[in-house]
């Protein structure tokens, strides 16, 4: 297989090849996960076992890698335009950044009723933040609840994250 086709490796015994199929070394098995409309992103949850994937037209799906189930589909935002980034923050927060120069986080809850019984709930936004002119090409989260994002309007912002409140307190930009 040429090298171009892996398009993400995770130490857990999967592994991504391009269009989101899964092959799992425990069950020497490979699985597709995903049908949609052009991949745009993906990207593990820290720690966890959940995929984040973008889409073309907006769509973020979270599949549980356990159960090779999605447990959650959304729209990044209303203008249903490319999701190119996205990071976790620890296990349960996801941002995306959109063609549209948006960034979203969501709040992802998972509850656990019984064995292999997954029910999850993602509020509405946590935050929907515009400090780029251009499309959102790169977010990082740190250790210290702050976020940067890149554009492709030469900007880099940081932002501060309250828990607690689950909001972004402050914007700085640098360019």
Known sequence: MPESSLYFLKIKNLLKIKDVYLWSLEKGQVSKTRIGEGLSSCKWQTGGNK??????????????METQQQVQDFYHSDAHQRVGVMEWRNQNLLTTGSKDNTITSRYFIIFVLKKRD?????????????????????LKWSDHDQLASGGNDNKVCKYIYNKTLLVFIAITFYT
């Open 51 to 64: 995929l984040g994937m973008g889409d073309l037209n907006g769509r973020v799906s979270v599949w549980d």
């Open 118 to 138: 997954l029910r999850t709930d993602m509020k509405k936004y946590v935050n929907l933040m515009k400090a780029h002119s251009q499309e959102v090409c790169g």
